[in-house]
């Protein structure tokens, strides 16, 4: 029985464009005690081959988090089969805003200690006494109220690309630096203020809107299904979008455009740019805006605020020339 992936990336992108088949980008979380993640690993590994799922999920004794590729004509049978497990069944799936039939290469489900890296000691508090969650309208109407703290509970290079007018954005690389940084900045306000939080698909605030009730604020809140699922819902409802720019993902797209605002700019000019190239420099890799990657022409190089590594800025021109071929 094979329980690990024997292609390249290269070869299984052959496959799918061999195939011509549309496929969908979605993504899951649940917090549930999974007594063995080995054996249910190994299961979904399994089930989800034949069905020529692709991603990466994460399984831990706390539950499972799941970013995925399913071929369209399988999705019925995907959502029959995920929904057969009990502690999944009926769980929201979020459909990705832009879908690109190659944002993941590879099935990859491994055990985790957790499934999302948060530094915390869950045995000091009740991770499932959570924030009230709240529906793409009910949303938009609480972070207008001046007594609302909005907070992006995401990394500082996914909010550089995007966010939420007025959120406090912290200038973190983890989710786990994040938590008491936060904590810090709202401290005083455990009575007084709405404490309104958003990542990406909503599993980060579930983690986050117990440790901050924890901490003794009583007005939690967390918008549902992230900002995937309050992309669907306004467009569903015809709701004002809120969400200024793109959304960060952690596949090949890089992102998903939900609003046509450029709120990131170049790291070597300054001018208006939102797509991500990582440093060529192995001992920098850092995501970075320039219009390289943007416009596709030299010009950038000759700009004079550059970046201080020039080091950095050969290699990124480096990279530059790959992505214009």
């Keep these: 029985m094979q329980l690990y992936n024997k292609l390249s990336a290269k070869e299984r992108a052959d496959l799918i464009d061999q195939a011509g088949v549309n496929r969908l980008t979605v993504s899951f979380y649940q917090y549930h005690q999974i007594p063995n993640p080995e ?8 089930e989800w081959e034949k069905l020529d799922v692709l991603g990466r999920t994460y399984v831990a004794k706390e539950g499972i988090n799941a970013q995925i590729s399913v071929p369209a004509p399988n999705f019925e049978k995907f959502k029959e089969q995920l929904y057969s497990i009990s502690f999944l069944d009926g769980i929201r799936l979020n459909i990705a805003i832009e879908h690109d039939n190659k944002s993941f290469l590879k099935l990859k489900v491994k055990v985790r200690d957790k499934i999302v890296a948060d530094g915390l000691n869950d045995e000091t508090f009740d991770v499932t006494d959570i924030g009230v969650h709240l529906k793409a309208k009910d949303f938009n109407q609480i972070i207008g109220d001046p007594n609302t703290i909005l907070i992006d509970m995401r990394n500082h290079y996914e909010s550089e690309i995007g966010h939420f007018e007025n959120a406090i954005t912290p200038d973190v690389d983890t989710f786990r630096d994040s938590l008491d940084i936060i904590a810090e900045q709202i401290k005083g306000h455990e009575e007084d203020k709405n404490i309104v939080m958003y990542c990406t698909g909503g599993i980060r605030c579930e983690k986050a809107s117990a440790y901050y009730k924890h901490k003794g604020f009583k007005r939690v809140y967390q918008l549902e299904g992230g900002i995937i699922e309050y992309v669907r819902q306004i467009k569903e409802e015809n709701l004002q979008n809120k969400f200024l720019g793109k959304n960060f993902v952690f596949d090949e797209r890089k992102a998903e455009r939900v609003s046509e605002h450029v709120v990131s700019k170049c790291h070597q000019c300054g001018t208006p740019a939102d797509d991500h190239v990582n440093c060529a420099n192995q001992g920098c890799h850092l995501l970075l805006f320039n219009v ?6 030299w010009k950038a190089v000759a700009h004079k ?12 021109k480096k990279s530059g020339d790959k992505n214009t071929r």
């Design 39 to 46: 054996i249910f690993r190994n299961f979904l590994f399994v």
């Design 305 to 316: 605020n550059v970046l201080k590594s020039f080091t950095c800025l050969k290699m990124i």
């Design 292 to 297: 390289l990657s943007a416009t596709k022409k």
